[in-house]
């Protein structure tokens, strides 16, 4: 079972502009990504829960109709099959996210 110091976490590119780290289990994925200033998702939906926490920074984020800025240390809880996404500001994001495994 692994334990992770945030401070110190190698990160690595899981795509441009965006770093990570996952741990996979056998039903549940933790994943902590630094997304750099200006990035953007600007929608797409899954068949899984997922949350997570904001632990550094600050995102907008959006699901549905509802849009909100989430700053450190605040958390998100998106329902499966919801239309959600993000995008960045002027500084790198760190949060670190938790869903169910895709099997």
């Known amino acids: 079972m692994p334990f992770w110091n945030i401070v110190d976490l190698e990160l690595d590119e ?15 994925i933790m994943v902590c990504m630094e997304i750099d200033p200006g990035k953007e998702d600007v929608g797409h939906e899954h068949s899984f829960d997922q ?13 549905g109709d509802e849009r909100r800025v989430l700053n450190t240390n605040e958390t998100y809880f998106i329902p499966s099959g919801e239309l959600h996404g993000w995008k960045t500001f ?14």
Do not use: Y
């Open 51 to 63: 949350c997570g926490i904001v632990l550094q920074g600050q995102i907008e984020m959006f699901m």
């Open 14 to 28: 899981f795509r441009p502009g965006i770093n990570s780290k996952a741990e996979i289990g056998d039903d549940l």
């Open 90 to 103: 002027d500084n790198k994001v760190l949060l670190l996210d938790v869903s169910l495994k895709q099997t």
